[in-house]
């Protein structure tokens, strides 16, 4: 009998592959069977890798074939094929007939079977576009009278149906513009953040005097002594209700708020010392937005080199909280005076990476194509480099009709803000109770910006029921997970001791203020493919059994 050597592969392959081209196996002959032995040690793996004999070759001639060609035995914690565990364990292999020079004969083969440590998870990206907080596409509402209602249900239902979680309430202060506010509008300020509350949305908050720049709309703003007592009159409802605004716009200057149209407020020092009145009027946890850069920068003394930095981001600082809001976005080449020269865009791409950016455009121009030229960014850039959190989903409507026809509107939809997406997960195999569990998170922002105000990150461990066990900290903030990067998440947990059974391991994204925190149209949902648990609000990662 010619000698036979055997050269043991391990491959990723799957542990059921036919014989080739499905044909059948030929039965063995006695005089044309081939057998060895292979000894102990020539071959160590991992639970769940795949053994296999990958060629064959004889004295007098070479034959190969491919792994397809070859049976295989899997190696599995469970030895559903041959009953293989950690441990030294014997083999027997299955070896196919090649050219008909040989028929299948028995191959022993001894194997180290190493524990395998590691247990990989790969997700699924999803292209839906649904609701998550504080981020998207707005429905603006104006409320002009003390209605006394809050936000009809009924719109509430309709926008979160079309993936919204925003709306923009612009409280027109114009009776009052002379007058203290009258304790009826007051309530209906708070009647529209409570039932903003309670229908799972918030809002991008301003205040103003009027909605036209005509001479006959005069006065356009009240006195800055009146501004001032009106914002106080505020003040109180603000802090009540700072859970459900994601910011707020500075405005009450000029028309629209949007400090262009005003007679009072002509200099800087009367609209720093409102800027510096809302600074200390908001909760420190959002951000007040400015019309321009320019105002920031003119306020403040800041230039481009002093753009804010990681180390400066998300403090209670007037240079990390002072934000912007683009009001005639990709309307002009400056945005009809949003800028006045390239810094001031320089500036903008650089702070909103840390800052809310959000606005609506006011005009239809070839700068709002989605894609763009070698003049101009176009839309899909300009909105990554700008890191959009937010629009306005009902202006300009040729704008928003452009990019219908154009086929980039359902991109900037998911788009708006962060959108967090799994790619891969790794977690400990065989995990114990009272023992250390290793977590290897990686996941990616496909959004155009991170999430910017505050936001709890946590591991949840459910049993099969569904209570939960135990919660940790996640050691990563979400509003670090930058836009076209890949965050790694790794964490150690321990286990609690006492526990057993099936188990499911969450990445729980909630609000962080109480009034919210167990809401769970409140809570991030992943764009992945079934991780969202919508009674929960938690993102499904690993299930597993102790």
């Known amino acids: 009998m010619n ?22 196996e030929p039965q063995p002959e ?183 720049d005509s001479e006959d709309a005069k006065p356009w703003d009240a006195t800055p002594e009146l501004v001032h007592r009106h914002l106080e009159q505020v003040k109180p409802l603000i802090q009540e209700y700072y859970d459900v605004i994601m910011v707020v716009q500075a405005g009450f200057i000029g028309s629209w708020g949007e400090w262009y149209y005003t007679d009072n407020f002509k200099d800087n020092a009367s609209r720093k010392a409102l800027v510096e009145a809302l600074l200390e009027a908001v909760p420190a946890d959002r951000q007040i937005e400015l019309r321009t850069p320019g105002y920031k920068m003119s306020l403040y003394g800041y230039k481009l080199a002093d753009t804010l930095t990681r180390a400066e981001a998300h403090q209670n600082t007037p240079k990390a909280r002072l934000a912007g809001h683009n009001d005639c976005y990709l309307s002009s080449s400056n945005d009809v005076g949003t800028f006045t020269g390239s810094n001031d865009r320089k500036y903008w791409a650089a702070e909103t990476m840390y800052t809310i950016m959000g606005g ?67 977690f400990t195999n065989h995990a114990e109770a009272g023992k250390d569990f290793e977590i290897k998170l990686t996941l990616r922002n496909d959004g155009f910006s991170p999430a910017q105000n505050p936001r709890d990150a946590e591991w949840v461990l459910a049993d099969a029921s569904g209570k939960v066990v135990k919660t940790w900290t996640v050691n990563s903030d979400p509003r670090y997970w930058m836009p076209a990067q890949t965050t790694v998440i790794t964490q150690t947990l321990t286990l609690p001791t006492g526990i057993s059974g099936n188990m499911t391991l969450y990445l729980n994204l909630p609000d962080p203020c109480e009034t919210l925190r167990n809401k769970p149209d409140f809570s991030i949902r992943l764009a992945n493919d079934d991780v969202w648990e919508e009674s929960t609000g938690y993102n499904r990662l690993y299930t597993f059994s102790l």
């Open 30 to 212: 006695p005089d044309k069977t081939v057998t060895a032995t292979i000894t102990a040690g020539d071959v160590t793996v991992e639970e769940g890798q795949t053994v296999s004999i990958g060629a064959v070759t004889n004295s007098s001639e070479t034959i190969s074939y491919a792994s397809a060609d070859v049976s295989i035995a899997t190696v599995t914690s469970t030895g559903d094929v041959t009953g293989v565990k950690a441990g030294s364990t014997t083999i027997t292999m299955q070896v196919p007939s090649v050219k008909d020079k040989f028929t299948a004969a028995k191959t022993t083969i001894k194997v180290t079977v190493t524990e395998k440590k590691i247990q990989t998870v790969s997700y699924v990206a999803s292209d839906e576009n649904f609701p998550n907080p504080e981020r998207g596409f707005y429905v603006a509402l104006e409320v002009h009278s003390a209605d006394g209602k809050g936000v009809a249900q009924a719109s509430i239902n309709a926008a979160r149906l079309q993936g919204r979680s925003l709306f923009l309430l612009e409280f027109y202060l114009t009776d009052y513009v002379e007058t203290d506010i009258s304790e009826e509008y007051l309530q209906t300020i708070r009647k529209k953040f409570e039932s903003l509350r309670s229908g799972g949305m918030k809002c991008i908050l301003r205040f103003c005097y009027s909605n036209s």
């Open 360 to 426: 609506e455009s006011c005009a239809l121009t070839n700068y709002c194509n989605c894609e763009g030229t070698d003049k101009y960014n176009g839309a899909l850039k300009d909105l990554a480099v700008q890191h959009f959190t937010y629009l306005n989903s009902g202006y300009h409507q040729s704008v928003l009709k452009r990019w219908k026809d154009q086929g980039c509107m359902e991109e900037i939809k998911r788009r708006l803000g962060y959108r967090y997406v799994l790619e891969e997960g790794q």
């Open 3 to 24: 000698r036979i050597s055997r050269i043991l592969l391990l491959s990723a392959i799957l542990p059921t592959l036919a014989t080739a081209c499905g044909t059948k």
